[in-house]
């Protein structure tokens, strides 16, 4: 067996070690952002609201200056509605980015530790290591590596003759005499 752990707890393992710590710690300072948002946006809300209570006692008791506190108070009226249109715009601006980082998260959840299916084959391609171990493979020949990555054992698998033979790998011995030796035994 390649393996010397079960497969489904290699699984576990390795999708513990997935990171996506990253992008739910962005998708928290968006929302913390849209909070802060909403915040400012309520603050200056009350206090235009407030101004424009204070502005229209004042005006009340003061007749002569009620066209200009109606200009001022237009004034601020108008940059409180731009401050709270800008506001909303960004607010609407960081709900498409969260909605684009919850979709990504969940791509790369459905992907997987190892990546989609392209991404696999090309690895699988590119590395001569795999390679080899496939080659071994179609052979009959399964290699199994020990905690170091060294690898010490292979099993021969001779289906014609319904053969099976461990190898243990030893460095003192040429590769010439492991070639010969699994020749031979297929």
């Known amino acids: 067996m390649l393996l010397d752990e079960d497969p489904a707890t290699l699984i576990h393992h390795t999708i513990g070690n997935f990171n996506i710590h ?29 101004a424009l209570k204070s502005a229209e006692t004042v005006s009340a008791h003061h007749s002569t200056d009620h066209a200009s506190q109606i200009v001022e108070l237009d004034t601020q009226k108008f ?15 960081l709900e498409q980015e969260l909605e684009g980082l919850k979709g990504r998260l969940h791509e ?5 530790v190892e990546g989609d299916g392209h991404t696999r084959d090309k690895r699988e391609l590119e590395d001569p ?19 170091y990555g060294a690898y010490n054992k292979a099993t021969i698998r001779n289906t014609q003759k319904g053969d099976v033979h461990v190898v ?16 031979q035994t297929i």
Not at 129 to 137: A, D, E, F, N, P
């Open 79 to 93: 940059r409180v509605a731009k401050a709270a249109s800008d506001l909303e715009i960004e607010g609407e601006r």
């Open 108 to 112: 790369l959840n459905l992907q997987g």
């Open 22 to 50: 990253p992008d739910k710690t962005a998708i928290g300072r968006i929302n913390e952002s849209l909070s802060t948002l909403q915040q400012a946006r309520d603050l200056r809300v009350r206090e235009a609201e407030s």
């Open 168 to 183: 243990n790998i030893d460095p003192r011995f040429s590769r010439f005499f492991y070639a010969n030796y699994f020749w």
């Open 129 to 147: 290591t795999i390679l080899k171990l496939k080659v071994y493979r179609s052979l009959g020949i399964d290699i199994d590596a020990d905690g």
